[in-house]
Structure formats: C-alpha cells, structure tokens
C-alpha cells in the first residue's frame, strides 16, 4: 500500500474514532447529570477528546461560546471525514500515482 494512501486511510479512521469519542462523550454528559465529574468513564473520555478540543477552540473565534465547542468539533470532525471520503480518497485512487486496487479488493471480500 502507497504512504498516501496509507496516510489518508489512518487520518480516515482517526477522524472517525475522534466523532466517536465526542458523540460517546455528549451522550455521557447528558446520562451522568450533575455527577459527570466524578464518572471515571466521562474524564476517560474528557482526557481522549481534549486535543479535538483545544484544536477546536484555538482556531474557532473567540466569539464563539466555549460550551459550544464541542459542537464545532464534531462538526469539524464530520466535515473533515466527508472531505478526506468524498474528495481526497476517490482523487487520489482515481490518479495514476496510486494504486486502490488492493484497497478494493478488500471491500468486495468483506
């Protein structure tokens, strides 16, 4: 497998392992209540999502409510996944410099 489409496919599931931790991490927030803070699980999943966060908030607006941070994360998340799905993976499949056909080919086996 070429490195770009090796770096594409691990920043892929990196992108998608973060949505899952900020979408797992909400609906903790919302289960635990007022005692979130002292749920061992939530600050597992504070400490996992914090670097989404702070990249998050260091380049949104300082207009932007901290509370709402987590939502632009995730909207950042999901808007870097479709990019990296629907635009990077099929041009760079589609140029002759990488060869998806392996990649393929696991897809038709599954």
């Given at each position: 497998?070429?490195?770009?489409?090796?770096?594409?496919?691990?920043?892929?599931?990196?992108?998608?392992?973060?949505?899952?931790?900020?979408?797992?991490?909400?609906?903790?927030?919302?289960?635990a209540?007022?005692?979130?803070?002292?749920?061992?699980?939530?600050?597992?999943?504070?400490?996992?999502?914090?670097?989404?966060l702070r990249?998050?908030?260091?380049?949104?607006?300082?207009?932007?409510?901290?509370?709402?941070?987590?939502?632009?994360?995730?909207?950042?998340?999901?808007?870097?996944?479709?990019?990296?799905?629907?635009?990077?993976?099929?041009?760079?499949?589609?140029?002759?410099?990488?060869?998806?056909?392996?990649?393929?080919?696991?897809?038709?086996?599954?």
């Amino acid at each position: 497998m070429q490195t770009e489409l090796l770096i594409v496919i691990v920043l892929k599931g990196l992108l998608e392992l973060a949505g899952l931790f900020l979408i797992a991490q909400g609906a903790l927030h919302m289960l635990a209540g007022a005692k979130r803070d002292s749920n061992i699980f939530y600050q597992i999943l504070q400490i996992v999502t914090r670097p989404v966060l702070r990249f998050t908030r260091f380049i949104t607006p300082r207009m932007v409510v901290d509370r709402h941070i987590p939502y632009v994360a995730l909207l950042l998340v999901v808007w870097g996944w479709l990019i990296l799905l629907f635009w990077i993976l099929p041009e760079l499949c589609g140029s002759q410099r990488v060869d998806c056909r392996e990649l393929l080919d696991r897809k038709r086996a599954d």
